[in-house]
């Protein structure tokens, strides 16, 4: 087993007995999806000199999680489970450390947007969704600002982070842990978020969140106020009505920011954002419906 699938197979282990979660685990090759007739786009955004993030188009990618979640397709493409005799997968870098972030506006709103036309059209409506976005709100709608950012610094809002990055250790080796990070988050708050290093972190922190991303749909999780949530609610009815996109929204008063830190000092970090109250995962139950009923409409008009 190489090491990319040794770390997947473990991270679902991981998942399994940590949180009770079961995850769909699998490998597509890219020839099989293009084999397929399906596409799949690449490129790097830049949110700073030090970081960038990758982006994906074309139906490749919800084609590739469907086919792991198949019944049919699923076997073909499934990761074996690892050798229990093995050692843990490596999670260093991998933190939760801020507390939940408040809406400064009120709103917290998550979105996933999908167009299930062939790429060429598909970008065009993404193109005019984002413009029509940034035309309704004007301004900057990141969720993730110097006012709400605070270190978390109770015991229990390190359980999650701690059963990742000492899983397979026994409880006082997890309890020792999160008792270290709550330490350290009381001295950063103190002393280091003030110093001029810790202000230029937080300034990073800002700058390389990825509160809007493409993934083959569009996702957003914003900060608005009432009013332009529902505006922003219509504008996505209009195209849904339209024939032109399915999408799904979910409404929060807060946002959570997981952070991937690979070298801090030389600014090498990026912080994945989700809208609080089950974010994208409730804004996807209601963007399959949508999606279900825009298909339907389109293989009755083909």
Do not use: D, M, N, P
């Given at each position: 087993m190489d090491k990319i699938t040794y770390v997947l197979a473990q991270t679902r282990t991981m998942a399994r007995e940590a949180f009770k979660l079961n995850l769909a685990v699998g490998k597509v090759p890219v020839r099989d999806l293009y084999e397929e007739g399906h596409s799949l786009g690449l490129a790097d955004l830049s949110l700073s000199s030090a970081q960038t993030q990758t982006m994906f188009s074309g139906s490749g990618m919800a084609i590739a999680e469907a086919w792991v979640k198949s019944e049919d397709k699923g076997p073909m493409y499934a990761v074996d489970e690892a050798d229990s005799s093995g050692p843990p997968a490596d999670y260093t870098g991998l933190e939760c450390r801020w507390n939940p972030l408040k809406a400064r506006n009120g709103v917290s709103l998550t979105i996933i947007a999908t167009c299930p036309y062939p790429q060429h059209r598909a970008q065009q409506v993404y193109r005019s969704l984002a413009g029509n976005i940034q035309t309704l709100l004007g301004g900057d709608a990141n969720p993730v600002q110097k006012e709400n950012l605070k270190l978390a610094s109770r015991l229990s809002a390190f359980?999650?982070?701690?059963?990742?990055?000492?899983?397979?250790?026994?409880?006082?080796?997890?309890?020792?842990?999160?008792?270290?990070?709550?330490?350290?988050?009381?001295?950063?708050?103190?002393?280091w978020l003030p110093s001029a290093a810790g202000k230029k972190y937080m300034q990073e922190v800002i700058d390389q969140s990825d509160f809007q991303k493409f993934d083959g749909c569009m996702r957003m999780v914003l900060d608005i106020n009432v009013e332009n949530a529902n505006r922003l609610k219509g504008l996505l009815e209009e195209y849904f009505k339209k024939g032109e996109l399915a999408y799904g929204t979910h409404e929060s008063d807060h946002v959570l920011l997981t952070c991937m830190i690979l070298d801090r000092a030389k600014g090498k970090h990026f912080h994945l954002v989700d809208g609080g109250n089950g974010g994208y995962t409730v804004a996807a139950k209601s963007l399959k419906k949508r999606l279900a009923v825009l298909e339907a409409s389109l293989q009755q008009t083909a």
């Open positions: 359980l999650a982070e701690s059963r990742i990055r000492t899983f397979g250790s026994v409880f006082l080796v997890r309890l020792l842990y999160q008792w270290a990070q709550v330490c350290f988050a009381i001295w950063a708050e103190k002393f």
